[in-house]
């Protein structure tokens, strides 16, 4: 079973910081991009930072400056530094990583998303 499994998240005072970690499992050939999507109460999902194989990255302009987001090729995880939360931060977060996996001897795509931490930045 090719899966993301996501770590990290809680509750923290605004101002404070977070990280978060997502490692891809199963019979991984290859990942390409990782990215990081958060979806608030009541609103759409949208992307937070993105992340590709060779480490270019992109950001929300909401986050830039303030989030961090990086990569481990070796163990097929991705990070997420997040730095003076703030109230409008809340929201669960998922990973998103671009996978090809070998099912049965043969290479496929997999367009996986792990199972969402949440993130709640209150005093």
């Known amino acids: 079973q090719v899966q993301l499994v996501e770590s990290g998240g809680g509750l923290v005072h605004p101002g404070g910081s977070l990280g978060l970690s997502c490692a891809a499992s199963?019979?991984?050939?290859?990942?390409?991009?990782m990215a990081w999507y958060r979806q608030a109460p009541g609103k759409a999902r949208e992307l937070v930072a993105r992340?590709?194989?060779?480490?270019?990255?992109s950001y929300a302009d909401s986050v830039k400056g303030r989030f961090t987001i990086s990569r481990d090729n070796a163990r097929n995880t991705v990070y997420l530094q997040m730095n003076s939360l703030k109230p409008e931060d809340t929201a669960v977060y998922y990973c998103?990583?671009?996978?090809?996996?070998?099912?049965?001897?043969?290479?496929?795509?997999?367009?996986?998303w792990g199972q969402g931490t949440l993130v709640t930045v209150s005093s």
């Open positions: 199963g019979s991984i050939f290859s990942i390409g991009a």
């Open positions: 998103n990583a671009d996978t090809i996996a070998t099912i049965s001897g043969i290479n496929r795509y997999f367009d996986l």
């Open positions: 992340i590709s194989n060779g480490g270019s990255t």
